[in-house]
């Protein structure tokens, strides 16, 4: 078993152990009482959301590649997401961590340099962060507005909003005023390191360090080509919000399903802060997704906590379980074709 596999055993051990702390804290016989509770009916409705989250982001990839000039299908296009979604969501880290692998599934289905899938993936999930951030701030303002005191899990997503909405648009303003010097120092850092790593594959010569800096600058081209097309920025984030929409939306019709009526504006907030998990070191934020959702639908609805957990279990088995099950049969079809 090679260190890949490992990283992927120990991390969903992780979430296990999060995920049964969350369970035993909250009361699995609360929880099962409240699953017991749901309605069936509903349960379609969630993972219809979820498939409309799944195209509409796939949608968002779709733009982004046109743009350069590698068309998809509409269908194909929101398989391949879900192959992206089922990587970020068994490698540590998320989507820090999937991207590669995502990369790889849409130069394969699109027949395209693995530096332009790279670039597409990477420009989809920067541009994600837009209508997360504008949903956030709306649902927090709306919870503010109702709010008879600032408790320590609204003050935190407050915070949290108020970091991402100033950070995320100045780390894309430095990045974007020094993408040149940034591309550089990529080539100069990253150069000698993937010579030397290529060095150690049996029978493999290493690659150039001019062919190393033009896939680099395939790399940077491609961003800069999605950036500066103002249509195609536009529709992707407008894709994007699509997406964000169907999952707030699956959040909110979990709680309705188990009797549990919230405010709209508690989702808009909940939903991006739970996202901000997906950056631990837990498969697609296995456990701490759950843990954090939990918390702020208890603390900000006053839902009881086993109906709060079961109605995120509901959630998460349509936008987690789901995706990666349909994921991970895309990207096998896709790995198999390549050995084949």
Request: glycine share 12%; with cysteine.
């Amino acid at each position: 078993m090679n260190g890949d596999r490992w990283a992927t055993v120990v991390g969903f051990a992780g979430a296990m152990l999060v995920l049964a702390v969350l369970v035993w804290v909250v009361g699995i016989d609360d929880i099962v009482d409240s699953l017991l509770d749901v309605r069936p009916a509903y349960l379609v409705g969630i993972l219809g959301l979820a498939v409309c989250w799944l195209f509409a982001w796939g949608m968002a990839l779709r733009t982004v590649l046109a743009a350069l000039d590698t068309p998809i299908s509409v269908w194909m296009s929101g398989f391949v997401f879900a192959g992206a979604v089922f990587s970020n969501n068994v490698t540590p880290f998320g989507q820090a961590g999937g991207e590669p692998v995502s990369a790889y599934l849409i130069s394969r289905a699109t027949d395209s340099e693995y530096e332009t899938g790279l670039a597409a993936i990477a420009s989809v999930d920067a541009l994600h962060f837009v209508p997360s951030v504008g949903y956030a701030l709306t649902g927090l303002v709306f919870v503010l507005a109702g709010a008879v005191k600032l408790g320590r899990n609204l003050t935190f997503a407050a915070t949290a909003v108020a970091v991402l909405a100033v950070g995320l648009p100045t780390a894309a303003y430095l990045g974007w005023r020094f993408r040149y010097e940034l591309e550089a120092a990529v080539v100069r850092v990253f150069t000698p390191v993937i010579r030397a790593l290529w060095r150690a594959l049996p029978g493999r010569s290493p690659p150039t360090a001019g062919d190393i800096e033009r896939r680099i600058e395939t790399f940077f081209g491609a961003i800069d080509r999605v950036a500066t097309s103002r249509t195609t920025v536009a529709k992707a984030v407008g894709f994007s919000a699509l997406g964000w929409l169907a999952m707030c939306t699956s959040l909110w019709l979990s709680l309705f399903a188990l009797g549990h009526t919230v405010p709209f504006s508690v989702v808009l907030l909940v939903v991006p802060m739970g996202a901000i998990a997906g950056i631990t070191p837990l498969p697609g934020g296995l456990g701490g997704v759950e843990t954090i959702l939990g918390v702020l639908l208890v603390s900000l609805t006053g839902v009881a906590g086993g109906a709060a957990t079961a109605a995120v279990l509901i959630h998460r088995g349509a936008t987690y379980v789901f995706p990666t099950v349909v994921g991970g049969g895309v990207a096998f079809a896709l790995g198999l074709g390549n050995r084949q």
